[in-house]
């Protein structure tokens, strides 16, 4: 079957990849369509040190073609969304509705593919550029199957890490005030996180003057190409600054332009050996600097939720997809998400 391989040299569209049959507790998916995420990227150049070779992908949809012993929630024929969660269910963070922080959902790497012999490590516990993946039970997310599985795939990744952020995270609430930097594939879901909370003022930020549509369409109430006219928008600061992009000097600016109790979100991913600074009296008036994995998600509640706002019109998936390329072309794909030509590029089988 295809797949999308990094060797550590170099990264490839296969055709000869193998995969294991489901075991206890395991679904077997076709995938339709993966969406390209700056961190399949980021094992590429380095800036996520993973072991060698893997399987990339990790924001995918598909349609179960079989499951093993014990799996119940899910049957052939099924569409769903791919969490990338491997979530053990029975330690006390996942008993406190905290699969995020299981142990066993963070550096664990299977090796359920093999090409030639040889076995390939399963990105984030999910490798959604291949024809088929395997994954734990509870990372297999059933959707109605009237939500397009391009579309679907977003919510494995994008929108649960994005909107999972604002809700689960940040918690913003009606009425406040909030900065994104970045207006990417995250920057994007965050701002529409913020709308469906009920933020008052939306203020997206992005050097790139031509994304201010878009951004303005998924709920921004103003656009800024530098963080420096922020204050002009908002004198005292905003009650909550995502930063999005993953550079130590937005990080800075970031907690720089938080109101009192304000919080600041970290979503960007920058190198694992990344220091930031900022001035520890600045956050003296109950300010906040909060890390953030995979949106503070619980895929099976959230997932779930995100397809009813979809199919009720109050979550944008559509319009995310602002492109979809042939696996072969996966080499066009991540040009044009390395140089911010799309929202969100989706390749599919």
């Known amino acids: 079957m295809r797949g999308v391989v990094f060797d550590g040299k170099r990264t490839e569209v296969v055709d000869d990849l193998e995969i294991r049959d489901p075991g206890p507790g395991e679904v077997l998916v076709a995938v339709a369509a993966a969406g390209l995420c700056h961190s399949d990227l980021s094992v590429v150049d380095g800036t996520i040190p993973f072991p060698l070779p893997v399987v990339l992908g990790h924001e995918g949809a598909g349609v179960v073609e079989?499951?093993?012993?014990g799996v119940v929630h899910v049957v052939p024929g099924d569409h769903v969304a791919l969490s990338t969660l491997a979530s053990c269910g029975a330690c006390a963070q996942c008993d406190r509705g905290r699969p995020t922080m299981c142990r066993k959902a963070i550096g664990m790497p299977?090796?359920?593919?093999?090409?030639?012999?040889?076995?390939?490590?399963?990105?984030?516990?999910?490798?959604?550029?291949?024809?088929?993946?395997?994954?734990?039970?509870?990372?297999?997310?059933?959707?109605?199957?009237?939500?397009?599985?391009?579309?679907?795939?977003?919510?494995?990744?994008?929108?649960?890490?994005?909107?999972?952020?604002?809700?689960?995270?940040?918690?913003?609430?009606r009425g406040d005030t909030v900065?994104?930097?970045?207006?990417?594939?995250i920057g994007l879901n965050v701002i529409q996180g913020a709308r469906i909370a009920g933020a008052?003022?939306?203020?997206a930020v992005d050097t790139n003057p031509a994304k201010e549509a878009m951004a303005r369409q998924f709920g921004a109430t103003h656009f800024l190409t530098s963080v420096k006219a922020v204050r002009e928008i908002l004198p005292s600061g905003a009650d909550h600054v995502f930063e999005c992009v993953g550079r130590t000097e937005l990080i800075r600016q970031a907690?720089?332009?938080?109101?009192?109790?304000?919080?600041?979100?970290?979503?960007?991913?920058?190198?694992?050996?990344?220091?930031?600074?900022?001035?520890?009296?600045?956050?003296?008036?109950?300010?906040?600097?909060?890390?953030?994995r995979y949106g503070s998600s619980r895929p099976q509640r959230d997932i779930a939720l995100y397809a009813e706002l979809y199919r009720t019109g109050r979550l944008m998936?559509?319009?995310?997809?602002?492109?979809?390329?042939?696996?072969?072309?996966?080499?066009?794909?991540?040009?044009?998400?390395?140089?911010?030509?799309?929202?969100?590029?989706?390749l599919v089988f």
């Open 110 to 173: 299977g090796q359920p593919f093999s090409r030639g012999g040889t076995p390939l490590y399963q990105f984030a516990s999910n490798s959604a550029f291949a024809e088929r993946t395997l994954v734990k039970a509870v990372q297999a997310v059933k959707i109605p199957a009237d939500i397009p599985l391009a579309s679907a795939a977003l919510m494995g990744c994008g929108v649960v890490t994005g909107v999972g952020a604002v809700l689960n995270r940040a918690k913003v609430d």
């Open 66 to 69: 079989a499951v093993g012993a």
């Open 317 to 346: 998936l559509d319009e995310l997809v602002t492109e979809t390329y042939p696996v072969e072309d996966f080499a066009k794909a991540a040009d044009d998400a390395h140089h911010g030509r799309v929202a969100r590029g989706v």
């Open 255 to 292: 907690i720089d332009l938080l109101d009192r109790r304000g919080q600041a979100i970290l979503l960007g991913v920058p190198a694992a050996t990344a220091e930031a600074s900022f001035l520890v009296s600045s956050l003296y008036l109950d300010k906040s600097i909060l890390g953030c």
């Open 179 to 185: 900065v994104v930097i970045g207006t990417g594939g």
């Open 200 to 203: 008052l003022t939306i203020v």
